[in-house]
C-alpha cells in the first residue's frame, strides 16, 4: 500500500543527489591530511612509515570506493528492477551512511584498515545514483528527459560546491573547537540518515513492472566494459571517456597532495578551493554549455574542451603564490565543466531511446573502471617521482583522449544498437 506521505518522486530524488556529492565532497579536504601530510594534526600514519608510503596508501584508499562501485553498480541495478527501486535506493543509502560511521571511528581510533573497510563498503553499497537515474527514467516521458537530467546536473554541481566547503570548516578547530577530522562524517551520516527517512516516508515506488523472474548477472560489470568496445558506433566514444576519465582521476586524486605540498594549504584551504572549482564547474554546466549547445554539437564542443582541459592542468604548475590559482580554477573548470557534461550528452544522443538505460549503464562502468586504476597509479608515481607529477600525468592522459576523440571520433546517426 502506498505511503499516505508519499508524493512524486524528483524531490526526493534531487535531495539524494545532492546529498550524496555533498558526501563525496566532504571527503576531499580531509582524507589527504590523514595520509599524505606530516604537518597536519590528523596524520595517521605512526613514527618510521614513510611519507612515500603514505603516498601510496592514499591512493589505494581512493581507489577502494569506484573499485567497489565497478563491481556492484550493475548488480544493484539489477536488483532493483527486480524488487523495485524504493527497497533498493533505502538500501544503498544504509550503506552510505554506515559507511561514514566506519570512517569516523576509524580517524578516532587510527585504525586504517577501517578507512579501507569504509570506502569498499560505500563503493558496493552506493549505487543510489544510479537507481535514482533508472527511477527518472521509470515516470518520465522521453521529451522531458533532458529537462529532468538537467536538475540531476544542477544537484551534482550544487552538492559538490557545497560538500569540500563543509569538509573544510567541520575538520577545522579553529573554527569550533572540538571540530576534527572525524566531524564531517558523523555530519554525512547524519545526513544519510535523513535521506533514509525521505525514501521511506516520501518516495513513492516507481517501477510498475517488477522483474521478480529475472536472474541476476553477477558479472555485468565485466559484461558491460565488453560490451562498450563492441559497439561500432560508440567505441571511439567510450574509450576517450575512459581515457579522460581516467586522466581527471589523477587530478582529482593528488591535487590536495599538490596543494599541502606546494602553497602548505589546510583542509579549509583545500575545501574553499575544490568549492571554488565545484562553482565553476556548475556555471560551465548551466550557462556557457547552454549557449554554445545552441550554436555546435556536442562533437564541436568536445573536439576543443577535451585538449583544452588537459592543456588548463599544466597552468596550476605555474602559479608561485596561493591566490595566482584563482585565475586558473575559472579556465580549467569551464573546459573540465563542458567536457564532463557533453560526453554524457554525447552518449545518450547517438542511440534510440529504447536502449538508453543499457548505453547509460555502460557509461558508468566505463567510468568506474577509469577512475579504479589511476589513484593507485597516482600513488606509486608519487612516492618514487614528486606529489606534483600525478597533475603532469592528468594533463598528459587528458590531452591524449582529446587527440584520440579529434583523431577517430566520427558522428553516427540515431538508430539501435549494433556491434
Sequence with gaps: MRNRFSGHPLPVIFFTIFLDLVGFGILLPVIPQLLANPKSPFYL??????????????????????????????????????????????????????????????????????????????GITGGNISIALASIADITEPKDRSRNFGLVGAAFGLGFIIGPYIGGKLSDPSVVSWFDASTPFWFAAGLSAINIFSVLWF???????????????????FHNIVRSYALKDLRVLFISIF??????????????VFLISRFSFTQGNIGDFFAFIGFWIALSQALFNRKLSARFSENQILRVSLIASGVCIFLFFLPTMWWQLLLVVPIFSVFMGLSQANTTALVSRTVDSSVQGEVLGINTSVQALAQSIPPILSGYIAAKILPETPLLVSSIVIIVAGVFFVRYYRPVQVHQLET
Design 243 to 256: 581515457i579522460f576519465q581516467a586522466g581527471f582521476s589523477f587530478f582529482t586524486t593528488f591535487n590536495p
Design 45 to 122: 600514519l605512526p613514527a618510521g612509515v614513510s611519507l612515500s608510503d603514505g603516498y601510496i596508501l592514499l591512493g589505494f584508499l581512493v581507489a577502494s570506493f569506484p573499485i567497489g562501485q565497478f563491481l556492484a553498480t550493475p548488480i544493484l541495478g539489477q536488483l532493483s528492477d527486480k524488487f523495485g527501486r524504493k527497497k533498493l535506493l533505502a538500501l544503498s543509502l544504509a550503506g552510505t551512511c554506515l559507511s561514514y560511521l566506519i570512517f569516523a571511528i576509524g580517524i578516532l581510533t587510527r585504525n586504517i584498515p577501517l578507512l579501507f573497510l569504509s570506502r569498499s563498503f560505500d
Design 203 to 221: 518516495f513513492p515506488e516507481t517501477l510498475t513492472k517488477l522483474k521478480i523472474g529475472a536472474k541476476i548477472e553477477w558479472l555485468r560489470s
